[in-house]
C-alpha cells in the first residue's frame, strides 16, 4: 500500500504552490500518450480574476474540496450552505477564498482538518467551482488559513495561489434548487478497509447509477524537484453517462473511470503518475447522497488498458483503501427534467469482465461527400447524416472518426500513425459553419483548421487536397471514398439570438472572432440573414475578425450570405439588417469580395487595440458581445472588452481549449 503522510509534505511550509512548466508527472503522461502542448502553461495564474471572483461568491450552490487525511490519502468534500443555497464563499482578496459550510457526518473534511492548529503545516487545500445550469467552471488550489467548527458548521479561509480554467466537455447540464429540509444518515463509514473486503452492494449500485464525480489527486514533489515543482493536490471533474465508472466485479473495490480527452493538461493523470493516491466522490442530485472513496490509484496505457475496458486507450484504477456513504445530506435538489447530457459523453464503456448489455449504441453516422480547399490549412468538408439531425445556429458536433483513423485511412494514403494512433481516442468536436436546412436536413459542413503537428486534421486535409490537386476552391465529389464517421453529439455555448421588432429596439450584436474562430458565427450569420430575408426582426451586427488570411475569411463570410434557406424570398430586400465587417490582419486583403447591400467593410493593420478605444467606438457597451476564439484571444478581447466599458459577464465566450 502506498503511504504519503502529512510529514512528507512539511519541508516545503512557507512555499507557495505555483507552477514553473509542467512537473515530472505531467510530462511524463504527455509523453506517452504523445499530446503535443494544447495550452500554454500560461493558462494557469496565480490568483483569482475579478470576474472569478464573482462566480464563486455568487453563483455556486455547491464546491468540492479536496484535503489530505494523516496518511496523506486525498479525499474530495461537497460543502454547501445550510440553506442550499449560493453566497456561502466571499473572496476578500483576489488569493484567497472564505466558505461558511454546513457539514454532515462522514465527510472526510471533518476529520482532516479538525485538528489543524496541531499541524506544523498549513495543509494543501483545491476546489472546483463549477455552475451545472451553465458549464461554467474554475477550480484553484493552494493551503487552508484557516479551520474552524463549531458542530458541523465550517468556516473554511483558503489561501489560493493557483487558478485554472477546466474542461467542460463532460459536464452534464442540470437545474439544482435549495432543499434545505434534509436529514443526513450515515450508511456506511470505512475509512480502512481489510484485505479482501468489498463494497457493498448498494454503493456498488450507487455508483453505476451516477454520471458525475470529483476527482482528488496529489502531487508529492521528490527533493531534487520541490524547488521548481513544489507539491499540491488537485481537484477535477469527471462525467459522462450513468455508469461510466465501473467497479471491477472481480473484486468488488477496484474503480475504473475511462479517460476522455479534454485540456490534454494531464495534471489528474501526471499527479497519480508520481503520487499513485487519488479519490473520489459522487454527489446524486436527485436524492442528495454523498459517497466519498479514496484509494491506491494507477493509470493503464494502450494495450493494459483495452484489456481492462475495451476500446478505452487510458484509464485510471482506484483500489478503494477507504469510503463512507452519507444517504439525504445535500441540501440542493435536481429540478426534474431539467438535466441535460453532455454531447461529449460517449457510450458506457463496460469491462472485459462485465456482460455488456446485448443492445448497442446506435449512433448516427455521417458520410463524407464533399471537400473545398480554401488555402495550406483550411478547407471545409460537407457530410450526409444517416437521418434528419437538429442542429442550431453556432452549435458544434462531437464526432467519432476511430474507423477513419485505424482503418480507412490507411485504405487511402499512405502514412503510419505509431503510438500516437493507438493512444488517440479519435473523438474530434468543431463547429458546424453550415448547419442542416429545411430543404437539406441531412447535409452539414465543417469548416476545419489543419492543426500542426496534429493527428486527424492533417489527414483529412491530405484527402481534401487529393481530390483538388490544382487548389481550385472549389467543391469536390468525394464521397466515392466512402469516409464514414461516427456521431458523439452536438452541442454549443453561443447564443441563438431571436429576433427582435423595431419597437422593442432590434438586435444590436457584436461578434468578435479570432482566425476559424469565425465559424459559429457562419451558421449564426445565416441563420440571421434568413431570418431578415423573412422579415423577422431588426438587426445591427458588427463583426470584428481577426487574421492572417483575410481572403479566405470574407470569402467563407460571403458564401454565408449567399445560402439561401428559403428560395422563395431571395429577391426580398434586407432593409432591417445591417452587417458591419471590420477585419484586422498584417496581411492585405488580395482579391476584395463583392458584399451585399446589407453589408460593409472595414481593413485595419495590426491587432484590436487593449486599450478598448477601437470596440468602444462601434458601441460595444450597447450591444450583446459574443467571442469565439483560442484562448489568448479571447483574454486580449476581454480585456478591450472591459477597457470599453463592457461587463465581462454579459460576454459569452466559445474558446479553443480541447
Not at 119 to 130: E, H, R, T
Not at 235 to 263: E, I, K, M, Q, S
Not at 431 to 444: D, F, G
Request: net charge neutral; charged share 20%.
Amino acid at each position: 500500500m502506498v503511504r504519503s503522510s502529512r510529514a512528507q509534505w512539511s519541508k516545503e511550509t512557507q512555499r507557495e504552490v505555483y507552477v514553473n512548466g509542467w512537473h515530472p508527472g505531467e510530462q511524463a503522461v504527455q509523453a506517452i500518450m504523445s499530446l503535443p502542448e494544447r495550452v500554454s502553461i500560461s493558462a494557469i495564474v496565480n490568483k483569482l480574476s475579478e470576474q472569478h471572483r464573482i462566480f464563486h461568491s455568487t453563483r455556486l450552490p455547491y464546491i468540492p474540496v479536496t484535503t489530505l487525511d494523516a496518511e496523506g490519502r486525498p479525499w474530495a468534500s461537497i460543502l454547501c450552505s445550510s440553506q442550499g443555497t449560493p453566497s456561502f464563499i466571499t473572496s476578500p482578496t483576489d488569493t484567497s477564498l472564505h466558505i461558511r459550510a454546513r457539514l454532515w457526518p462522514g465527510d472526510p473534511i471533518y476529520t482532516n482538518l479538525r485538528n489543524l492548529e496541531a499541524l506544523q503545516d498549513k495543509p494543501f487545500a483545491s476546489g472546483l467551482g463549477l455552475e451545472p445550469a451553465t458549464r461554467r467552471r474554475n477550480k484553484f488550489a493552494g493551503r487552508v488559513s484557516r479551520a474552524l467548527f463549531d458542530g458541523y458548521d465550517l468556516i473554511l479561509e483558503l489561501s489560493v495561489a493557483q487558478a485554472l480554467g477546466l474542461c467542460p466537455k463532460y459536464i452534464n447540464v442540470r437545474v439544482l434548487e435549495p432543499h434545505p429540509d434534509v436529514a443526513p444518515r450515515l450508511i456506511h463509514e470505512r475509512p480502512h478497509l481489510s484485505e479482501g473486503e468489498r463494497l457493498p452492494d448498494n454503493v456498488i449500485r450507487f455508483i453505476h447509477d451516477v454520471d458525475t464525480a470529483f476527482l482528488a489527486t496529489s502531487y508529492v514533489a521528490k527533493p531534487e524537484d520541490a524547488d521548481i515543482h513544489p507539491s499540491r493536490v488537485n481537484t477535477n471533474h469527471r462525467g459522462g453517462r450513468p455508469g461510466f465508472v465501473r467497479v471491477r466485479p472481480g473484486d468488488g473495490r477496484t474503480l475504473v473511470l475511462p479517460n476522455y480527452a479534454g485540456n490534454r493538461m494531464m495534471n489528474s493523470l501526471g499527479n497519480i503518475y508520481i503520487t499513485p493516491l487519488a479519490g473520489l466522490v459522487f454527489p446524486s442530485f436527485s436524492t442528495g447522497s454523498v459517497l466519498y472513496v479514496t484509494g491506491t490509484a494507477e493509470t493503464l496505457f494502450g494495450a493494459p488498458a483495452r484489456k481492462l475496458m475495451p476500446t478505452v486507450n487510458a484509464v485510471t484504477t482506484i483500489y478503494a483503501t477507504g469510503f463512507s456513504f452519507v444517504e439525504k445530506a445535500m441540501p440542493l435538489r435536481e429540478v426534474l427534467d431539467t438535466a441535460e447530457r453532455s454531447p461529449y459523453s460517449p457510450p458506457i464503456c463496460y469491462l472485459s469482465e462485465e456482460e455488456s448489455p446485448t443492445v448497442p449504441y446506435d449512433d448516427v453516422t455521417l458520410t463524407l461527400v464533399r471537400t473545398r480547399v480554401h488555402n495550406d490549412t483550411l478547407a471545409t468538408f460537407t457530410f450526409e447524416t444517416s437521418r434528419p439531425i437538429e442542429v442550431r445556429a453556432s452549435q458544434n458536433c462531437v464526432l467519432d472518426l476511430s474507423n477513419f483513423l485505424r482503418e480507412r485511412c490507411h485504405e487511402l494514403l499512405e502514412w503510419t500513425g505509431g503510438a500516437r494512433e493507438q493512444g488517440d481516442d479519435c473523438v474530434r468536436t468543431w463547429t458546424v459553419s453550415s448547419p442542416p436546412t429545411p430543404a437539406s436536413p441531412r447535409t452539414l459542413s465543417l469548416t476545419i483548421r489543419a492543426i500542426q503537428d496534429g493527428l486527424i486534421t492533417p489527414i483529412l486535409h491530405q484527402v481534401a487536397q487529393n481530390a483538388d490537386p490544382k487548389r481550385e476552391c472549389k467543391d469536390v465529389d468525394v464521397s466515392a471514398l466512402e469516409i464514414v464517421t461516427h456521431l458523439r453529439g452536438v452541442g454549443g455555448d453561443l447564443p441563438v439570438p431571436e429576433p427582435l421588432a423595431a419597437c422593442d429596439g432590434g438586435r444590436r450584436l457584436l461578434w468578435i472572432a479570432g482566425g476559424v474562430g469565425l465559424t459559429p458565427f457562419l451558421s449564426l450569420t445565416r441563420y440571421v440573414v434568413n431570418l431578415a430575408k423573412r422579415g423577422y426582426g431588426v438587426w445591427d451586427i458588427v463583426l470584428v475578425i481577426s487574421t492572417r488570411e483575410p481572403d479566405v475569411m470574407l470569402a467563407l463570410l460571403n458564401d454565408a450570405f449567399r445560402v439561401s434557406q428559403d428560395p422563395e424570398t431571395d429577391e426580398r430586400p434586407l432593409v432591417d439588417l445591417t452587417f458591419a465587417i471590420y477585419i484586422f490582419s498584417t496581411n492585405s486583403l488580395m482579391s476584395p469580395s463583392s458584399l451585399p447591400t446589407f453589408a460593409s467593410l472595414s481593413l485595419h493593420h495590426g491587432r484590436i487595440d487593449d486599450k478598448g478605444n477601437f470596440l468602444g467606438s462601434v458601441d460595444a457597451s450597447q450591444r450583446e458581445p459574443h467571442i469565439c476564439g483560442p484562448l489568448p484571444f479571447v483574454l486580449n478581447a476581454m480585456t478591450s472588452l472591459s477597457a470599453a466599458g463592457v461587463d465581462p459577464e454579459r460576454v459569452r465566450r466559445e474558446r479553443f481549449t480541447y
